[in-house]
């Protein structure tokens, strides 16, 4: 399955909280458990779903602040935003991205479900919910209460642009069923491409972009919110990492959807009731990885099927060709495709070399944008 994005790092293989790094990555909804300051409140970019000014990012805190007072005065004005939502036998969590009730989560805490329950961090009640519309290509879905409460507090979304290496921040959510739960970190990076394992309802989302923090995220944080100190929504906590050869969580090492890309995936999910455009390229192809005779070497990423007037069919790639290389990125697997196909742009003219018949043959094809399903 091909995905795609922005981002210049090669993608990590992730299980997220809960999916968790390989290294391994982990999903971080949990089955089961599933997964008054001196602020500037102007630098909100995104608030009650409408736009505002771009938010600078920063910590808002200056050299003489007290940093204590500024974590409690941060999980004073945001926690209240992020709630615990079950999904069947699940638990994850969600942000109240509007004044209406909308929420937004992962795509891997609501699975399938279609309705579900919500508890405010207050854990004043337990409200209905349901679906609005889910995109498992960027793991990303809105959900909507029945009846929201009247107080029912948004939270701010800042510019991802604005998101700097060594930022503070604190994640929010309810990990391991704990509700309303808080651990800090700092922006480790940003900008990293990371790839969801598969699970039994999905092969795993391609994500770009994604915000790596050293806050703790374990299962059951999922959906929930990476907050810096001006009070604003980084990103939504998404996957931890985990040891290759042992399996545990890697402490330190988690991603987040950037706050941008929830933006711009929610309106779209709100307004439309669907994705309508994923600014995320594609071939228009869906691919398997192609293994030599023995089966225990990747060689490609062979061609399943091609939608017919996309970028693929009108480069003449067909239905078993093994695609090997986009540019000049050798390509092992789907799962590679996906990968390198995350790092460009639609509107991209690209060489595609491929193998059919056992020759070696390449296309120029236009990426297209990844559709919704």
């Known amino acids: 399955?091909?995905?795609?994005?922005?981002?210049?790092?090669?993608?990590?293989?992730?299980?997220?909280?809960?999916?968790?790094?390989?290294?391994?990555?982990?999903?971080?909804?949990?089955?089961?458990?599933?997964?008054?300051?001196?602020?500037?409140?102007?630098n909100g970019w995104k608030s009650g779903g409408t736009a505002s000014a771009a938010a600078s990012g920063a910590a808002g805190t200056g050299a003489g602040s007290d940093l204590q007072t500024d974590y409690q005065n941060t999980v004073k004005a945001v926690l209240p935003s992020v709630v615990q939502i079950t999904a069947g036998e699940s638990l994850g969590s969600g942000i109240v991205y509007d004044h209406r009730g909308d929420i937004v989560t992962n795509a891997h805490v609501i699975g399938t479900g279609r309705s579900f329950k919500v508890t405010l961090a207050d854990s004043s009640a337990t409200l209905d919910a349901t679906l609005v519309y889910s995109y498992p290509a960027s793991d990303l879905a809105v959900i909507k209460l029945t009846n929201p409460p009247s107080d029912i507090r948004p939270a701010a979304f800042v510019d991802s642009s604005k998101v700097d290496v060594g930022q503070i921040v604190l994640a929010m959510g309810n990990p391991l069923g704990l509700e309303s739960s808080v651990t800090q970190g700092i922006v480790s990076a940003v900008g990293r491409t990371v790839s969801e394992p598969a699970t039994a309802e999905s092969q795993g989302a391609t994500i770009p972009n994604m915000v790596q923090t050293s806050a703790a995220i374990n299962p059951g944080n999922s959906g929930g919110a990476l907050v810096n100190l001006a009070d604003q929504v980084v990103g939504i906590n998404t996957l931890a990492a985990t040891s290759g050869e042992s399996g545990a969580q890697a402490p330190g090492i988690g991603f987040a959807i950037p706050a941008s890309a929830v933006v711009s995936l929610a309106d779209q999910m709100i307004k439309n009731g669907k994705v309508t455009n994923s600014g995320r390229a594609a071939l228009g192809i869906t691919s398997r990885t192609v293994l030599t005779s023995g089966g225990d070497t990747e060689t490609g990423a062979g061609v399943v099927s091609v939608t017919s007037g996309g970028p693929a069919d009108k480069a003449g790639i067909k239905a078993g060709d093994v695609i090997t290389k986009i540019g000049g990125t050798a390509v092992a697997s789907s799962n590679e495709l996906s990968e390198v196909l995350a790092g460009l742009q639609p509107g991209l003219q690209v060489q595609v070399t491929f193998v059919r018949d056992g020759a070696t043959r390449t296309a120029s094809v236009t990426l297209g944008t990844l559709a919704a399903p």
Not at 10 to 26: A, E, H, I, N, Q
């Open 1 to 42: 399955m091909e995905s795609a994005g922005s981002g210049t790092s090669r993608p990590l293989p992730l299980r997220s909280p809960c999916l968790v790094l390989t290294v391994g990555l982990v999903l971080a909804a949990a089955a089961g458990c599933s997964s008054g300051s001196s602020k500037d409140a102007s």
